[in-house]
């Protein structure tokens, strides 16, 4: 009986441990008429820390219909964290300079 509850609690552990895992933080900078990276790929939950490192002033826009977004003006130095709530692929876009695309994938 002793040996059965061991196993048991060691099972209840390892599933714990492997069924949950830490949410993770992606920085996306906004300098030089660009985010960078590009392109990024997380988990529902995880969260995007956008950081205006520029001159000039940008925001975080998705048009993407289920996704719609306006995070407003973002001055220079400024940072701003949204978590992501569901998965699917959007593109994000600054206002102010139209040639500013970045790609999100969350999983």
Do not use: W
């Not at 906004?30 to 985010?35: I, K, N, R, S």
């Not at 939950?45 to 003006?73: I, Q, Y």
């Not at 400024?78 to 876009?93: C, D, P």
């Amino acid at each position: 009986m002793a040996m059965r509850k061991l196993l048991f609690s060691m099972l209840s552990l390892a599933v714990f441990a492997v069924g949950s895992s830490a949410a993770e933080e992606v920085t996306v900078t906004m300098a030089g008429m660009q985010y960078k990276p590009a392109t990024v790929a997380l988990d529902v939950g995880d969260t995007v820390r956008f950081v205006n490192d520029g001159e000039a002033n940008h925001n975080v826009f998705v048009p993407t219909a289920g996704f719609a977004l306006d995070l407003g003006k973002q001055e220079p130095g400024s940072e701003i964290i949204h978590k992501l709530g569901k998965a699917g692929t959007f593109e994000v876009e600054c206002v102010f300079h139209p040639q500013m695309l970045l790609k999100v994938e969350v999983r």
